[in-house]
């Protein structure tokens, strides 16, 4: 029988030029830099350009983590690109990711908002671990900042635009995806949500007017549930690989709120050492924190083989999930 796992052989990610800071937001709505900094730890975050879309920054991320994998886009098997902010509802990001980079693989866009990488990776690996595909681009790609509220001080000053990407390959070794879990509950979908654009409510004069295509949150009670779900994730997940909180040498979260992850941290008896936060930097780039967080751990050269990562996300749906990864490049399978 085969056992397969999907290692990560590359990182990549694509950040707007263009920075906003919690200063530069008080010139546009009733906030100021010391509550966004005290509430959620976020100081500047980046704006994509005008002629920016997801689909720019996927194909920008999946190009450096190709080329640290050492594939060529040849030779990739698939494509599956995590967003809720895709350029059009059709066709998918995905397929437009896939011609910016002149791939002739399959395509196709998973959405599970924040979680939507921690998701996205676990079908990647499924596809590798069952023997089915070698090389598999999984990306992360959000630009929220297009579905803001200007207005709206609970909202604006929270998000930022990002994508991170990640190349699995097919492995023999114990190195790579060790296990992922994944949850979702649609009775919670009021809580954070777009509500028009889709099928339900297509975009009209009146949904333009009720700031309809805008993103809509119950901070307090999405609050509540992200404090529970992170170690509800990280235990289950943990649990399928055989391993314990103690064994995680870095425990990677979905990046929405500092207070969010201190809390989370606090629960699992996790050294906050081990948690890696850049929300200072990019506020919450949605389903692009988690790779770009592993992205820099990468780049700065922190990750020794071995190492037990493990992705932590949670977000609209409601959804959240976790996998657990051992570091490393493993042997090619
Ligand atoms: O990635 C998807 C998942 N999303 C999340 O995980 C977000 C989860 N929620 C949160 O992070 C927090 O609930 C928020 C950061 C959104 C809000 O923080 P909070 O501590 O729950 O604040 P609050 O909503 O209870 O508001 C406290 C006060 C209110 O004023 P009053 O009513 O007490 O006078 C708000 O109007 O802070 C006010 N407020 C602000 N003040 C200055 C809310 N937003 C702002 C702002 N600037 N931007």
Redesign the pocket.
């Known amino acids: 029988m085969n056992s397969f796992r999907a290692v990560i052989t590359g990182t990549g990610v694509s950040l707007p030029k263009r920075i906003l800071t919690n200063r530069e937001?008080e010139s546009m709505?009733?906030?100021?830099d010391e509550?966004?900094k005290t509430?959620?730890g976020i100081e500047e975050r980046r704006l994509v350009e005008p002629d920016e879309n997801v689909s720019d920054m996927a194909a920008e991320a999946g190009v450096l983590a190709l080329k640290e994998a050492g594939i060529e886009v040849s030779d990739l098997h698939l494509i599956v690109l995590a967003t809720s902010s895709p350029d059009m509802i059709m066709p998918s990001a995905a397929c437009m990711t896939q011609a910016k980079l002149g791939a002739t693989c399959p395509a196709f866009d998973v959405m599970a908002?924040?979680s939507g990488f921690v998701f996205g990776l676990s079908v990647g690996a499924q596809y590798i671990e069952s023997g089915s595909f070698k090389n598999v681009l999984v990306i992360g790609s959000d630009a929220l900042t297009r579905h803001l509220d200007w207005e709206d001080?609970?909202?604006?000053?929270?998000?930022g635009d990002g994508a991170g990407a990640v190349v699995l390959t097919r492995s023999n070794g114990e190195h790579g995806v060790l296990a992922s879990y994944l949850a979702s509950d649609g009775r919670g979908a009021d809580l954070?949500k777009i509500p028009a654009g889709g099928s339900a409510s297509p975009g009209s004069e009146k949904t333009l007017a009720r700031r309809d295509h805008c993103i809509k949150?119950?901070?307090?009670?999405?609050?509540k549930?992200?404090v529970r779900a992170i170690p509800d994730a990280v235990e289950k997940a943990l649990t399928g690989a055989g391993l314990e909180p103690k064994d995680i040498d870095y425990l990677i979260p979905?990046?929405?709120?500092r207070?969010?992850i201190d809390a989370a941290a606090e629960r699992l008896d996790i050294d906050l050492t081990k948690v890696v936060v850049n929300i200072e930097r990019y506020g919450?780039t949605?389903t692009a924190?988690i790779p770009i967080a592993l992205d820099e751990l990468n780049r700065e050269g922190r990750l020794r083989e071995g190492d037990v990562l493990v992705f932590v996300g949670?977000?609209?749906g409601l959804t959240w999930g976790a996998n657990v990864v051992r570091w490393g490049k493993g042997v090619a399978g």
């Open positions: 937001l709505v009733d906030t100021d509550w966004i509430r959620t908002a924040c001080r609970r909202t604006c000053v929270l998000f954070l949150m119950n901070g307090h009670e999405v609050f549930f992200a979905h990046q929405a709120n207070r969010i919450n949605s924190s949670f977000g609209a």
